[in-house]
């Protein structure tokens, strides 16, 4: 059984301010109009929901076709407020969150340190997300801290159906199952936010599209909320843009920043999910391939290891020359493109970025060339300039797609330009830990912060807060910190509980 999760790449980083926080903004990009009920969308978007064709769920056995939003269900409590694929496969879900639990040990020491307080006790999270087992140990942590929390899914593909059914199953109000099209998705964000009697005063958000949604649907609820937490590269540039135009009216968390999710998540993650992805669609071999990686970010960085280790030719593409000189030391080969498009055998964009790989270079690519994208939207890839008549689109298998030319070339489309370990294949549980428990502790921060600490800005967690997440997570691995002496803290200037670098430091 497959499970979905990753994380998104990314070449930049902010300026620091005042030491701990970040003081770069960016804003949202237009977004695309409601489409029909069932229809698939055929723009280019910059939407994390633009569809050619619905895939076939990897959890979800059933030939039921009917549209969720077409069933009647309840729990075994009778609670209807939510919307899945089916309800009657919430023990195979609660199993599946029983095992992630293990991995997670950091979320289920807050829940046993929270017995006695509620730090979350009052506050309405509304939360978009990928809606997996590992999200199900976050959720239901929060709901242990206090929490009342409603969730849809930040992604098409990603919804383990099974796990969206103990979620409801538990009580929880979930919008979100997997294969759902444009309108579906814009469905299930407005059915989480828009409900009589309960407002949201805190967000956790993965792109930026729950949050857009509020703003423009429903902006006097920034009114109660305290603030936001974002944990991708699309979403923190989207909050980034607001503040630069003054549009953002609450504090922000930077999440993706963050040193335990940049240095882990993004960097280890995709380098033991990016040949998962690779092997459960395509079954290729990577000895001796050609493959080029666009972008050198900490996404790419894990993406190049991991090929190069399996005996790939790795090939960089990427704009900022410090990024460059790190490539070439590491000893790949940066070139431009178009200087390699003709002989290469797969093609992963992770730059975060929009038309990385146009349709000029799609014409020119080799026959079987595998395209893939590790960034969060489907944005790098252009996927729209595919759809004309003259090229024939076959489905393979679930999230495969041959797109055919007319003389009979064709390249090996994968999960339709999204991001392709959380729609493909599973990512590792270990690391989610560390970016739920940043993501939980920056919801308590914003949530307890007392009013005038965070302006409408965005902002980094405290360093301390980074040393304390990864703290949590040494004793997994038997792991003995060593302790400075007060000599050695005071001849360092250091405080001897942290924090122990300063925010600028680059690990």
């Given at each position: 059984?497959?499970?979905?999760?990753?994380?998104?790449?990314?070449?930049?980083?902010?300026?620091?301010?005042?030491i701990?926080?970040?003081?770069q903004?960016?804003e949202?990009?237009?977004?695309p109009?409601k489409?029909?009920?069932?229809?698939l969308?055929?723009?280019i978007?910059?939407?994390?929901?633009?569809?050619?064709s619905s895939?076939?769920?990897?959890?979800?056995?059933?030939d039921?076709?009917?549209s969720?939003?077409?069933?009647?269900?309840k729990?075994s409590?009778?609670n209807?407020?939510?919307?899945?694929k089916n309800?009657?496969?919430?023990?195979?879900?609660?199993?599946?969150?029983?095992?992630?639990?293990q991995?997670?040990?950091?979320?289920m020491?807050?829940?046993?340190?929270?017995?006695?307080e509620k730090?979350?006790?009052?506050?309405k999270?509304?939360?978009?997300?990928?809606?997996?087992a590992?999200?199900?140990v976050?959720?239901?942590?929060?709901?242990a801290?206090?929490?009342q929390?409603?969730w849809?899914?930040?992604?098409?593909?990603?919804t383990?159906?099974?796990?969206?059914?103990?979620?409801?199953?538990g009580?929880?109000?979930?919008?979100?199952w997997?294969?759902?099209?444009?309108?579906?998705f814009?469905?299930?964000i407005?059915?989480?936010?828009n409900v009589?009697?309960?407002?949201?005063n805190?967000?956790?958000?993965?792109g930026?599209?729950?949050?857009?949604?509020?703003?423009k649907k429903y902006?006097?609820?920034?009114?109660k909320?305290?603030?936001?937490?974002e944990?991708?590269v699309?979403?923190?540039?989207?909050?980034?843009?607001?503040?630069?135009?003054?549009?953002l009216?609450?504090?922000a968390?930077?999440v993706?920043?963050?040193?335990t999710?940049q240095k882990f998540d993004?960097?280890?993650?995709?380098r033991?999910?990016?040949?998962d992805?690779l092997?459960?669609?395509?079954?290729?071999?990577?000895?001796?391939?050609?493959?080029?990686?666009?972008g050198?970010?900490?996404v790419g960085k894990?993406?190049c290891a991991?090929?190069?280790a399996?005996?790939?030719?790795?090939?960089?593409?990427?704009?900022?020359p410090?990024?460059a000189?790190?490539?070439c030391?590491?000893?790949?080969?940066?070139?431009k493109?178009?200087?390699v498009?003709?002989?290469?055998?797969?093609v992963?964009t992770c730059?975060g970025?929009?038309n990385?790989?146009?349709?000029?270079?799609?014409?020119?690519m080799?026959?079987?060339c595998?395209?893939c994208?590790?960034?969060?939207?489907n944005?790098?890839?252009?996927?729209?300039?595919?759809r004309t008549?003259?090229?024939?689109w076959?489905?393979?298998r679930?999230?495969?797609d041959?797109?055919?030319?007319?003389?009979g070339?064709r390249?090996?489309?994968?999960?339709?330009?999204?991001?392709?370990n959380?729609?493909?294949?599973?990512v590792?549980?270990?690391?989610?830990s560390?970016?739920a428990t940043t993501?939980?502790?920056?919801?308590i921060?914003?949530?307890?912060?007392?009013e005038?600490?965070?302006?409408?800005d965005?902002?980094l967690?405290?360093?301390?807060?980074?040393?304390?997440?990864?703290?949590?997570?040494?004793?997994?691995f038997d792991?003995h910190?060593t302790?400075l002496?007060?000599?050695?803290?005071?001849?360092?200037?250091?405080?001897?509980n942290?924090?122990?670098?300063?925010?600028?430091?680059?690990?």
């Amino acid at each position: 059984m497959l499970k979905k999760k990753k994380k998104n790449g990314g070449s930049s980083e902010p300026c620091v301010k005042k030491i701990q926080f970040a003081d770069q903004k960016q804003e949202f990009n237009k977004r695309p109009s409601k489409i029909g009920r069932r229809s698939l969308s055929r723009s280019i978007s910059q939407s994390s929901t633009d569809s050619y064709s619905s895939a076939a769920s990897y959890t979800d056995s059933s030939d039921d076709e009917t549209s969720p939003r077409d069933k009647q269900q309840k729990n075994s409590k009778g609670n209807g407020d939510f919307c899945i694929k089916n309800i009657k496969q919430a023990d195979f879900g609660r199993r599946e969150i029983e095992i992630a639990e293990q991995e997670m040990p950091a979320l289920m020491a807050l829940r046993k340190r929270a017995q006695g307080e509620k730090p979350l006790a009052g506050a309405k999270v509304v939360g978009c997300t990928h809606i997996t087992a590992q999200t199900a140990v976050l959720m239901e942590t929060l709901s242990a801290l206090g929490a009342q929390c409603r969730w849809a899914a930040c992604n098409i593909y990603s919804t383990q159906n099974e796990v969206a059914a103990a979620l409801a199953e538990g009580g929880f109000s979930v919008f979100a199952w997997k294969g759902e099209s444009e309108d579906d998705f814009w469905w299930c964000i407005d059915r989480c936010v828009n409900v009589e009697g309960w407002q949201p005063n805190m967000i956790l958000d993965d792109g930026g599209d729950l949050t857009h949604w509020i703003y423009k649907k429903y902006p006097n609820m920034f009114k109660k909320i305290k603030g936001i937490v974002e944990e991708s590269v699309t979403g923190v540039h989207r909050l980034y843009q607001l503040s630069k135009a003054g549009k953002l009216c609450v504090p922000a968390m930077n999440v993706n920043d963050s040193v335990t999710k940049q240095k882990f998540d993004n960097l280890y993650c995709c380098r033991e999910s990016i040949l998962d992805g690779l092997k459960r669609t395509t079954d290729v071999m990577f000895g001796g391939k050609q493959v080029v990686v666009c972008g050198y970010g900490e996404v790419g960085k894990g993406c190049c290891a991991a090929l190069k280790a399996m005996g790939s030719i790795v090939y960089v593409t990427e704009i900022d020359p410090i990024c460059a000189l790190q490539a070439c030391m590491d000893g790949f080969r940066l070139v431009k493109l178009n200087e390699v498009i003709r002989q290469v055998d797969i093609v992963i964009t992770c730059t975060g970025n929009k038309n990385v790989v146009v349709r000029e270079y799609l014409d020119r690519m080799k026959n079987g060339c595998i395209v893939c994208n590790m960034g969060h939207s489907n944005t790098e890839i252009d996927v729209a300039s595919l759809r004309t008549p003259e090229l024939t689109w076959e489905r393979v298998r679930s999230q495969v797609d041959h797109v055919i030319w007319p003389d009979g070339k064709r390249i090996v489309l994968l999960a339709e330009g999204r991001l392709l370990n959380l729609s493909c294949s599973t990512v590792p549980t270990f690391v989610l830990s560390i970016t739920a428990t940043t993501q939980a502790l920056a919801l308590i921060e914003l949530y307890n912060a007392p009013e005038g600490r965070y302006k409408q800005d965005v902002y980094l967690l405290p360093k301390k807060m980074d040393e304390y997440v990864a703290s949590l997570h040494l004793p997994t691995f038997d792991a003995h910190l060593t302790e400075l002496s007060d000599e050695q803290a005071k001849y360092l200037g250091l405080n001897k509980n942290g924090p122990f670098k300063p925010n600028y430091y680059r690990y």
